[in-house]
């Protein structure tokens, strides 16, 4: 489709405090958010560099609806690129990861190295004198699409744009220090799950930016009488509006011994843990943070909640579906007892998330609830108007800051 | 005669006991009466759901690990009492159930499953299918797992995962 036959969704005017419900579920939206969002100036998170430590290694990672291959080459740097044939435009890698010399696509056997270049053309010069490629074909000429790729940290992003920023200065230095804040040492993979969300892309982004609803949907923490430290805390938000972080602090008085107490502590009509080792935490980045969560634009989730880690990628899988793939981490020096109290933290998050479980469904009560009314608008106005940084979290600044980057981008 | 270990035969008598051990593991689930899920386990015991994909690499985490039938016990509490999500039921089915003696007080069981969801609306899907993976105490009557790794074949969860598998 052409550009010009698409009609994106009007906004209602230039307050980021309105968002129309149609974003959610317009198809004409949906297609220029491919173009000029995911491969447009964004750096996307592909992967961990650390999920590819031998030459030869591969993985198949995605931007936006896009499949992308990311590979470490014989000389040890990491590539990307569409993992499309450029021949007849087939899948190459089936697999989800993998190790290889080179890359054949099984349809008609064209290979490539683990830069994107092509190496191979079966059958090139005919067979028997008959057929083959003509004087004019060039191998040179059919390499595979590259994307740019940046490393920070251990975490791999790339770009299909040569009009993005070099990556550190896209995150800006208030969210580079984040990531540095955690990512401080070479990590380890325990391990992975996808979860799929019935609801557009937008929706999960702006929850895990909504730092307002986090006490009222989430009653884990309330209903089991745990201490949850969060009296102080602030929000991050970059100047682009794009990129987040949240994050709360222990009190100063709380150590590891009071949140046992806490966990423990029974009233007639509360309930309490039976076995608190669920929430028995160590400050190991000894700034009492205790949960922080960063976003970087478009679909990137870095999470440290106590002492559980983890990355997430969320990848649009149509209007109104999306990917979101969980990658759980360590340490490579975690001893046995830290990489134990990890696994166990790890009931806190993810699809099955005593404190999370909630986000994987509330997306999609508003994308059906949209359904059939979209020309009507939510209402963003908690903390104020703006997209900027506050020092504290009961308001709506970065989930604004997200429609404040989306609108440069789209164009509106 | 166990196909798998024919060297070490599995009595009769226990192997009738493990296959009410799993049927009452289905029917506590698919009956919607959790309280009593933790209690198929040992005190001391090990639940975790994991991917056949995480499971071959030898990845550790599971979307649900618990170590005790405490944490188990919390699951429920919690589903019952602070997580938010909308009714739903499962329905299990179990398949071939294979036993193999572990020690004289314990039998290695693995049988495969399939686990339907049916959401308050009607929607009808089908939600995990994969293989259990139990270590079983047969030293006393009434049998519990003492482990229970639950195998998914695929590593996608939809939406999210409340009720265990």
Known sequence: MQQGDMTPVAWPSDSLTRVPFGLYCNRDQYALEQERIFNGPTWNYLCLAAELPRPGDYLVSGVGEASVIVARAPAGELNAFVNRC??????????????????????????????????????????????????????SEHNLRRLRIAEFCGLVFGSFDDGASELESYLGPDIAARIRRVLTKPVKVLGRTTQMLPNNWKLYLENVKDSYHASILHLFFTTFEINR????GAIIIDDSGGHHVSYSVADQAADNSAYRQQALRSNKDGYRLEDSSVVEAVDEF????????????????????????????????GVDRSE?????????????????????????????????MEDGAVGGFVQRAVRGLEEDSGVLMMGGSDARSQEFRTTEASVRGFWKKYRSLMGA | MDARNPGVPVDQAVRLAVADLLARY???IDEGRLEAWPELFAEKCRYLITSAESFEEGLPHGVIYADSRGMLRDRVSALREANIYEPQRYRHLVGPIWVERETETTVRVRSNFLVIRIMHTGDTMLFATGVYRDLVDISSAPYRFIERIVVTDSHKIDTLLAIPL
């Open chain 2, 26 to 28: 289905v029917d506590v």
């Open chain 1, 286 to 317: 000894g700034d009492g943070i205790t949960m922080q969560i960063l976003t970087v634009f478009p679909g990137f989730v870095l999470q440290q909640h106590l002492n559980s880690i983890a990355v997430r990628q969320l990848l649009p899988r």
């Open chain 1, 86 to 139: 450029a021949h007849r435009g087939s899948l190459l890698c089936l697999k989800r990861r993998g190790h290889a010399e080179n890359i054949t696509c099984v349809y008609h056997g064209w290979s490539y190295d683990l830069a994107g270049q092509l190496t191979g053309v079966s059958f090139e010069r005919g067979v028997k004198r008959q057929g083959g490629m003509p004087a004019e074909f060039k191998r």
């Open chain 1, 324 to 356: 979101l793939v969980w990658t759980i981490l360590g340490f490579e020096d975690d001893d046995h007892v830290m990489t134990e109290r990890r696994l166990k933290q790890a009931n806190l998050v993810g699809p099955a998330g005593y404190i999370s």
């Open chain 1, 229 to 232: 430290l969060t009296q102080k």
